[in-house]
């Protein structure tokens, strides 16, 4: 009888952890069984964003976002290529497509915020991007933006970006007048029509969408100033510790081949420095990769098939492209910027 009552105990506890989600959440976890599973890495993007994620001329998926989603896929599966692109729905419905594991990981223009990160069920990786909201304005030579009198602003509505607007004009007491939209695009065509006299979200979206406008003679100027703190971060669902750590330190790693100068050709020739570091991290020995279930060589594939982070940043947002976006907050700690790989030892 004691041992009926104890098996009887322990198919309950059994039952409790499963309605608990203890071993199914395990399973549903494992994004690398997945990936391998179907062949590719399942990045959700947001479209329509030049130089970040977007759809060029011929047809091509393209940008700096896109860019990392295919790291992702070089170090998993080999083949950098080897991506599934789920466009993702606008907040908070966005979260709940990661929660549910419609997508291994969101590669959008998200800022990674406190709230967020205890409110949903997910799991921010690193910055991709340091940014900050700033200003634009149709006025060739405009007044500096702490001069500017009335002025309507127009905003998407919902966003971290519109509740910063409102933080700010109450902080400083700024005489504007905050008009909301549903969507960004809907806010920047009524800029454009003058229907508002500034427009505000982060300052890389206020630079990639209006570069076209600019280069086509219209007097666009974006303020330098920023009001806030966006770091734009990759997140994954929040049940899988080696996803998460896979996912943080292909970031790193191009961060570190940035810093110590090697790229994409380099890695491509096997003109790797003699550098006890680098060795570590594209060495055979890689007892890191082992612990990840990563093949050795994926770092080499990284940088190899997608270049270092300058390398991404560059030809997508930076001088090799059209919109020649400094890389200010965004280049390595030693020139000084916010980019730091912790050691690979």
């Known amino acids: 009888m004691m041992m009926a009552r104890t098996r009887i105990a322990a198919l309950a506890a059994l039952l409790l952890a499963l309605l608990a989600g203890g071993p199914a959440a395990a399973a549903d976890g494992d994004a690398l069984e997945r990936i391998r599973g179907r062949g590719s890495v399942a990045c959700g993007l947001r479209g329509g964003l030049g130089g970040l994620s977007f759809v060029d001329a011929q047809g091509h998926l393209d940008g700096f976002m896109v860019d990392f989603c295919r790291a992702f ?3 998993t599966l080999g083949d950098a290529q080897a991506i599934h692109v789920v466009r993702l729905p606008d907040k908070p419905q966005e979260f709940a497509a990661v929660e549910k594991h419609e997508v291994d990981v969101a590669l ?13 069920a997910i799991e921010y990786l690193h910055p991709l991007l340091y940014d900050g909201q700033g200003f634009a304005i149709l006025d060739a030579r405009p007044p500096p933006l702490d001069q500017l009198g009335q002025r309507t602003v127009c905003v998407k509505a919902r966003t971290t970006t519109a509740r910063n607007l409102e933080d700010f004009i109450q902080q400083t007491g700024r005489p504007w007048t905050v008009r909301t939209f549903n969507t960004y695009d809907e806010a920047l065509q009524a800029f454009l029509a003058q229907e508002c006299g500034l427009l505000t979200t982060d300052r890389s979206v206020l630079v990639t969408s209006l570069a076209s406008y600019r280069d086509a003679g219209l007097a666009v100027h974006i303020y330098p100033d920023a009001i806030s703190r966006e770091p734009l971060t990759p997140y994954i669902a929040r049940d899988d510790r080696t996803w998460y750590d896979i ?3 292909i970031i790193f790693a191009t961060v570190l081949a940035e810093e110590r100068g090697v790229t994409a050709a380099d890695v491509r020739a096997g003109r790797i420095p003699d550098d006890p570091e680098l060795a570590d991290l594209f060495g055979h020995a890689n007892t890191g990769a082992r612990a990840l279930g990563l093949p050795e060589d994926w770092a080499l594939q990284v940088i190899g098939q997608v270049g270092n982070y300058g390398e991404i940043f560059e030809r997508n ?15 390595p700690w030693s020139r000084g910027g916010m980019l730091y790989a912790p050691p690979f030892r």
């Open 73 to 75: 896929a070089a170090a």
């Open 108 to 120: 959008t223009t998200t800022t990674w915020t406190f709230s967020r990160d205890f409110t949903f």
């Open 247 to 249: 996912g943080r330190w």
């Open 317 to 331: 947002l930076g001088n090799r492209s059209p919109y020649r976006m400094e890389r200010a907050l965004n280049q």
